[in-house]
């Protein structure tokens, strides 16, 4: 498996660095580099890459503006000194967000996380594909294994997902959204506010499920389910 990229930046120095971390990884390939962030626009319109490094803030055309011109998105990785554009990139879905001087540890980082992506979106089987969910949180995209949720609850616009050892990650996704992403055979939603992992549930009981710490309702929608859970164990 080898990752096709190309690298947008108008400083030439940043596109020399890019690319030589570029090279110390076997599973990418730099297809081309550009200084023009319009030609590299219309390059990627010709030529479908999986994985494109791209600077924020350029003269002709912004980063972002770019990545939302594209009608084919490849995975996205912003490179930019600022700060301050960290929400546009998480509207796009960018899989990261590095903050220039890049630095190796945090590129590496990077490239794990888009490799590990691809893996996920082109495994072979739904099987394979039950085991992690990807959600985008503090403006990066992040991996989940499935077996360390807890419980899921909706928060009007966003989702938190309670996770092991007490912690939680938010998200900005609906109720609907992250059930489709789930395995139904392994997640139920049991109330318009929550879903639970089906083999986390210690009993349900007074349309209330009790998790390992926490006990929830069951809405009247959902009391098929309860009724019927002793029977899928």
């Known amino acids: 498996m080898v990752l096709k990229c190309i690298a947008i930046d108008d400083e030439p120095l940043a596109l020399r660095l890019i690319s030589d971390y570029v090279s110390r990884f076997p599973a990418l390939q730099m297809v081309n580099t550009f200084e023009d962030a319009i030609t590299g626009a219309e390059f990627l319109k010709t030529t479908p890459v999986d994985l494109l490094f791209v600077d924020i803030n350029m003269p002709d055309i912004t980063g972002i503006d770019l990545v939302r011109s594209l009608q084919v998105k490849p995975m996205v990785i912003f ?46 089987t739904a099987e394979e594909a039950d085991e992690s969910l990807y959600v985008y949180s503090e403006y990066r995209m992040v991996k989940i294994d499935l077996g360390t949720i807890e419980y899921i609850e909706s928060m009007e616009d966003y989702i938190k997902i309670h996770i092991t050892n007490d912690k939680t990650i938010l998200t900005l996704m609906p109720m609907k959204k992250v059930l489709e992403k789930l395995p139904s055979a392994k997640f139920q939603r049991i109330h318009r506010s929550y879903i639970v992992p089906v083999n986390k549930i210690r009993s349900i009981q007074n349309r209330k499920v009790q998790l390992t710490d926490v006990e929830l309702p069951v809405s009247e929608t959902y009391n098929d389910f309860a009724r019927n859970w002793a029977k899928l164990k």
């Open 79 to 124: 490179t930019t000194a600022y700060k301050n554009f960290a929400y546009e990139g998480f509207e796009l879905e960018a899989l990261d967000y590095i903050l220039k001087p890049i630095d190796i540890k945090r590129f590496t980082k990077a490239v794990e996380k888009a490799v590990d992506y691809y893996k996920y979106k082109t495994k072979p």
